[in-house]
């Protein structure tokens, strides 16, 4: 059954074909973050590839901000084959597959290196084959960062500072019971929704990467900031299987080395850009807490039971497995 929310996305998308008649294939590509974030950057550098490469026969559309509405819907629009394309993180799937909440479990690298070691290794490929059985291609992995604690009650430097906090956390059961473990008041939101919801008191923070707190300049509604760093997130580009099986030998390919040039171009700005987002922030007025490692450590013990827990809901397969891919890529 199609929602309103698809409905109104088909026909958004059926307005924007006659502005594509030129080209023989249409590429509707949907994402929920700002035209200034990385990743969207990353995705016109996608375009770019995809366009000239294809001498103008794949015309590659961006829609950003959750204008095809949120990253769930967005999934099922390309499972449907409303949309053709999307960026999701890479959570979001643990809804179809419960092997997925592995990848964003609390504490669970201990660097962004050790992170994309796995995803882009043995393990994470056999994480992509898993979405073929939801009627989709799985194209890789992008950055949506390092997550990080904003508030407005007080400055978090322990678990004990979360007690009672409402904090905005995405539709993701493995986030919503990493905060339960942690104390705090976690309240599942659309991201579009947290904005507002800060600025009107409904909610009195979230976490989200530096360059998303940048980006959708949530600075502007928190006083506080701490560097957490409770979970290494990603987003996992995904094409309609359908719609990528019509595509030429010649085009697919030209798909794939466009979004792993896209991966590259995008941990260039990352890079370029990590070290000034603390200064903004800062600049702003938001007071910032760095986080020590041994601060961190007591955030990471107090989670451990989320960690155990997902074991059973993820399938003691899926999960040791992964958990040996991480052990192996710190050299332990």
């Known amino acids: 059954m199609f929602t309103k929310s698809t ?100 504490y669970m690298y201990a660097s962004k290196d050790i992170a994309f070691d796995v995803l882009e290794g043995e393990a994470g490929d056999g994480m992509i084959a898993r979405v073929e059985d939801q009627g989709l291609v799985g194209l890789g992995w992008l950055e949506l960062g390092v997550r990080n604690v904003t508030n407005n009650v007080r400055p978090i430097a322990t678990p004990a500072d979360l007690e009672g906090v409402k904090l905005r956390t995405m539709q993701v059961p493995a986030h919503v019971a990493t905060f339960q473990a942690l104390g705090a008041n976690p309240t599942p939101m659309n991201f579009g929704e947290v904005y507002s919801a800060l600025q009107q008191g409904v909610i009195d923070g979230q976490e989200n990467p530096l360059a998303i707190i940048t980006s959708q300049r949530f600075y502007e509604v928190q006083k506080y900031l701490s560097t957490t760093g409770h979970v290494f997130a990603v987003y996992m580009p995904v094409i309609s299987q359908p719609f990528f099986d019509s595509l030429s030998a010649e085009h697919q390919q030209l798909v794939r080395d466009s979004m792993a040039a896209a991966r590259m171009h995008q941990a260039e700005l990352v890079s370029a850009e990590d070290a000034s987002q603390l200064d903004e922030i800062r600049a702003a007025g938001v007071e910032v807490l760095e986080l020590t490692a041994e601060q961190r450590q007591a955030f990471a013990d107090a989670t451990e039971s989320v960690r155990l827990q997902y074991r059973d809901e993820v399938g003691a397969e899926a999960y040791d497995a992964w958990i040996a891919a991480v052990a192996d890529a710190s050299g332990n």
């Open 7 to 106: 409905i109104a996305l088909s026909a958004i998308l059926s307005a924007g074909l006659a502005f594509t008649a030129s080209a023989e294939t249409v590429i509707k590509v949907g994402h929920g973050a700002a035209e200034s974030f990385h990743m969207h950057r990353a995705l016109l550098h996608f375009e770019e590839l995809v366009e000239a490469g294809s001498n103008g026969e794949i015309d590659v559309q961006i829609f950003p901000s959750s204008q095809m509405g949120p990253d769930r819907e967005m999934i099922e629009g390309v499972q449907t084959g409303v949309l053709e394309m999307a960026i999701p993180p890479s959570s979001f799937f643990a809804g179809w597959d419960p092997a997925f909440a592995v990848i964003e479990l609390p």
